[in-house]
């Protein structure tokens, strides 16, 4: 099970940190990574982390900005977003995947996902 949490509403510039806890976080769990869907837009990768080695994916669109990190003892992925943009509304999910690289989790999904937490940008 997953779940995330730290979604809100803020203005334009102002940060987020998302935090994805995976409740049971066994051996087969390599990859955690987090998506987000606008509405009427296709579901996006925004980035991906491998448990063990740190290697990080990010989706252009939030390159310099966002900074995915990984606490193993906690069972917990956390997704800090600075300079948010309108352009970064959406819901954004985490998943987990049982290959350790961020780039295939981020390009093909996990194999679970969380419910997701909404995050709204203002102007």
């Known amino acids: 099970q997953l779940v995330e949490s730290g979604g809100g509403v803020v203005q334009s510039g102002e940060s987020l940190r998302l935090s994805c806890v995976v409740s049971?976080?066994?051996?087969?769990?390599?990859?955690i990574g987090w998506f987000r869907q606008a509405p009427g837009k296709d579901r996006e990768a925004v980035s991906c982390?491998?448990?063990?080695?740190?290697?990080?994916y990010y989706g252009d669109s939030v390159k310099g900005r966002f900074s995915v990190s990984r606490d193993s003892a906690k069972r917990t992925a956390y997704l800090q977003m600075n300079n948010l943009k309108v352009e970064d509304t959406g819901i954004y999910y985490c998943?987990?995947?049982?290959?350790?690289?961020?780039?295939?989790?981020?390009?093909?999904?996990?194999?679970?996902w969380g419910e997701g937490t909404q995050v709204t940008v203002s102007a």
């Open positions: 998943t987990v995947g049982n290959v350790p690289s961020p780039g295939y989790t981020c390009y093909k999904g996990g194999n679970y």
């Open positions: 049971e976080l066994s051996t087969a769990v390599k990859t």
């Open positions: 982390v491998v448990f063990s080695s740190g290697e990080t």
